[in-house]
């Protein structure tokens, strides 16, 4: 059974600090490796990741993959108040559009 | 666009009742997924369909009924609601991946559902 855990759970950090979220797979032919940002309402596409060792960036947030030991992260620099949300990470297979999410971290941003 | 679409944004239902969510998208997308989210295990699938006449079921299918007449429209069907369905329901489309491509999903608002 495919399988996707993310720690921590949750963190509380203060504006201006470096979060760094973890997320570990197990996914039958993995294909990618997606992150989501999630607030009120429906998940946002943050990055898809598909090869080891290449990082992504947008802004503040990076992630990068590593295939060989199954696990990907999410840093966040500079965090805003902004940045608040429940992040998902979830592996896609090769065969179609599934989606295995993992059970998300929540993320407190205080002032 | 209106892009992915769900009605209705809230309901309560009691024990034994039955309902059918909508979701509707307008970007012309193949692949058409459900999934529930309940606190603290993400998004788990429960129905998906790549296509007008085909559905196939996801990691969590009991329960719950889908049909793909049209490219827009896929509905959910609770055919006799259980308290362990309450949750918040989200629909996701996306272009129908081909080979060794990913197609983003989009996800709709979300139902919030509550069974009594």
């Known amino acids: 059974e495919d399988k996707v855990v993310q720690s921590p759970l949750s963190l509380v950090v203060h504006e201006g600090d470096t979060v760094t979220l973890n997320c570990s797979y197990e996914v039958t032919n993995f294909r990618s490796l997606l992150w989501y940002k999630q607030e009120k309402k429906a998940p946002t596409f943050l990055f898809m990741l598909?090869?080891?060792?290449i990082e992504k960036k947008s802004g503040r947030l990076s992630s990068i993959l590593d295939k060989k030991e199954l696990f990907s992260i999410l840093n966040i620099t500079a965090t805003q108040t902004g940045d608040s949300a429940i992040y998902l990470c979830?592996?896609?297979?090769?065969?179609?559009?599934?989606?295995?999410f993992g059970g998300g971290t929540r993320v407190l941003v205080k002032p | 666009n209106a892009g992915v679409t769900q009605t209705p944004k809230f309901q309560v239902l009691k024990t034994g009742q039955s309902m059918t969510l909508q979701c509707a998208q307008d970007m012309n997308h193949e692949y058409m997924s459900w999934y529930r989210q309940d606190p603290g295990m993400g998004l788990r699938l429960i129905h998906y369909s790549v296509g007008a006449g085909i559905t196939d079921q996801g990691e969590v299918p009991n329960g719950y009924n889908v049909s793909r007449s049209t490219t827009e429209d896929f509905p959910l069907r609770l055919l006799s609601a259980a308290p362990s369905q309450t949750s918040v329901y989200f629909c996701?489309?996306?272009?129908?991946?081909?080979?060794?491509?990913?197609?983003?999903?989009?996800f709709g608002p979300g139902t919030r559902l509550t069974v009594l």
């Open positions: 996701a489309s996306s272009y129908a991946a081909g080979g060794t491509s990913y197609n983003e999903q989009f």
């Open positions: 979830a592996g896609n297979q090769a065969a179609g559009n599934k989606l295995t």
């Open positions: 598909t090869s080891s060792g």
